[in-house]
C-alpha cells in the first residue's frame, strides 16, 4: 500500500504518504486535525509535509460545514505557473546572466512593488469588488494595486528550466502577496475571537474555524476566493513579462506560443465532490492532482522540478505535494551551511550565491527524487526540468 495509516485515536484516521517520516510534533498536528469533529473521512499527509501553523504543510483536509482559516493559511493562493516554449537550449547560451539582471529589473522582489503606475495593473475586473473585502484592508487597495505583478519573498521564485529533451520552460512561484496575507490574518483573529466567546476546547487555538451559514464564513469564503483568483492573475502578470524578456534575448522580442501553460494553486480551499458528498477541501501545501489535471512540482533551487498530471487518487482527495518540503528550518539552515555550501549546491545554476538566500540552499529541504517515489499512485510524470536560471524573492 502506498500510504500509511497513522497508528493514532482520532475521531478521522490520518493517511500519509510520507514514508514513515513523521516526527512526534508533526503527529501531534495531524492529530490536533483529525479530532476535529467536522473533518471528513480522514486527513490525507502528503509526501513533502512538514510543521506548519495549526495544520501541517503538506496536507489536505476535507471538512463538511466548516471552514479553518489558518489551515488555508496566510499566503492564500500561493501556487505555481510554468510554460512549456518552443525554444532550446542552445538559445541561451551566454544569455542567462542578462535574463537575470532584466527579471531583476521588472518584476519586483521581496517586500517591493511596481513603482510605476503604467506597470500597475488597473483594469482587473474584481478591482470592483474590492470595496466588499474585509473592512481591515480598505485602505489597501493602492498597495494591491501596486504588487499585482510581483513576487514577493521567502520561498517564491522565478526560473527559466531545461527538460530531458533541453526544451526550455519558464515557472515561477508566488501568491496573493500583502493584500491575501492581511485578509487571512483579520479572519484568523475573527475565528479564534469567536472561539474564545463560544469556550470551544480546542486542541490548538489556530483551528479555530468558521460554521457553514454564519455571517462570518460567508465573509472568510469571500475573500478567501476573492484573493485565490488575485494570487492566479499575480502570477499571469508576471508569467507575461516573464516570457517577453525572454522572448527579447532569444528572438529580438517577437511573441511566441507556449507549447503547455500550467497555472496551480497549492495554498487554498475550494468545494468538491469526495466519496459522492459535497465537502469544502482545504490544501495546505498541496496541489489538486484530479484525473488529466497538469500540476507543478518544484525541488529546491539546484534540484530537479516536474510537471505531472493526476491520478484522481480518491484516497489522496485527488491531491499530491507541492515541492520536496522543508527539512529544517530557516533559522537552522542558515546556522548549518554556509556561503561555500550554497556556491557548491547551486553549481551550474545562474542565481544570486549570497547569505540573504542561505535559507533556501538545497540541503534544507527533502530529496525531490523521494517525494516524487513516495506519490506514484497520485500522479505520472510528464516532464522532468533542472533550473539553469533562478531569481529568488
Known sequence: MPYEKLEITTAAPVLSWANHSLGPEETKMAKNVASLPFVFKHVALMPDVHLGKGALVGSVIATKEAIIPAAVGVDIGCGMSAIKTAFTAEQLEGKLKKIRLDIEAAIPTGFNENKDIEKSVSNWQH??????????????QSKAMKQMGSLGGGNHFIEVCLDTE???WLM????????GNKLAQCHIHTARELAKMAANKLPDPD?????AGTPE??????DLQWSQNYARVNRDVMM?????????????GKATKPLLQVNCHHNYAEKEVHFDEDVYVTRKGAVRAQIEDYGIIP?????????????????????????????????????????????????GVECRKDEGVLDEIPGAYKPIEQVMANQADLVEVVATLKQVLCVKG
Open 207 to 211: 483551528l479555530a474555524h468558521f460554521v
Open 240 to 252: 507575461a513579462r516573464f516570457k517577453h524578456i525572454v522572448e527579447k534575448h532569444l528572438v529580438g
Open 217 to 222: 464564513f460567508k465573509a472568510y469564503w469571500h
Open 299 to 347: 525541488g529546491s533551487m539546484g534540484a530537479k522540478s516536474f510537471i505531472v498530471k493526476g491520478k484522481g487518487n480518491a484516497h489522496s482527495f485527488c491531491s499530491c505535494s507541492h515541492g520536496a518540503g522543508r527539512l529544517m528550518s530557516r533559522n537552522k539552515a542558515k546556522n548549518v551551511y554556509t556561503l561555500d555550501d550554497l556556491i557548491e549546491q547551486t553549481n
Open 172 to 179: 515561477l512561484h508566488s501568491g496573493s502577496r500583502n493584500i
Open 166 to 168: 533541453n526544451q526550455v
Open 127 to 140: 478591482w470592483d469588488d474590492f470595496k466588499d473585502l474585509h473592512r481591515g484592508v480598505q485602505d489597501l
